[in-house]
Nanobody
Framework: QLQVVESGGGLVQPGESLRLSCAAS????????IGWFRQVPGKEREGVSC???????NYADSVDGRFTVSRDLVKNTVSLQMNSLKPEDAGVYYC??????????????????WGPGTQVTVFS
């Protein structure tokens, strides 16, 4: 199974940026479609962005135009650049291998072994 670790979260003000990273050891992330998910207390994880093995990208409407997902083949990571952050972007962000990158609201996770996630807090 693919085991991932997320990093890069933090505490920012509205309008600021963060760059999240998804890393894995022992496997090549480029072989997998990778989804980014957000979870807030009391709600299920929801898909935010997704990157296919052929560099196709999908985004939730709420982040489209502000977030950019990309892959670094050398570092073996998948990043989520989050710009113009809003309070509603806050939550714990997770990455995971998915079977496909649609529908974005219900990305089918390939392995049910989530990483620790990384907390994003946006405060005024």
């Amino acid at each position: 199974q693919l085991q991932v670790v997320e990093s890069g979260g933090g505490l920012v003000q509205p309008g600021e940026s963060l760059r999240l990273s998804c890393a894995a050891s022992g496997v090549i992330l480029a072989y997998y479609h990778i989804g980014w998910f957000r979870q807030v207390p009391g709600k299920e994880r929801e898909g935010v962005s997704c990157l296919t093995t052929s560099d196709g990208k999908n985004y939730a409407d709420s982040v489209d135009g502000r977030f950019t997902v990309s892959r670094d083949l050398v570092k073996n990571t998948v990043s989520l650049q989050m710009n113009s952050l809003k309070p509603e972007d806050a939550g714990v962000y997770y990455c995971a291998a998915v079977d496909r990158c649609w529908p974005i609201a219900a990305l089918p996770v390939q392995f049910d072994n989530w990483g620790p996630g990384t907390q994003v807090t946006v405060f005024s």
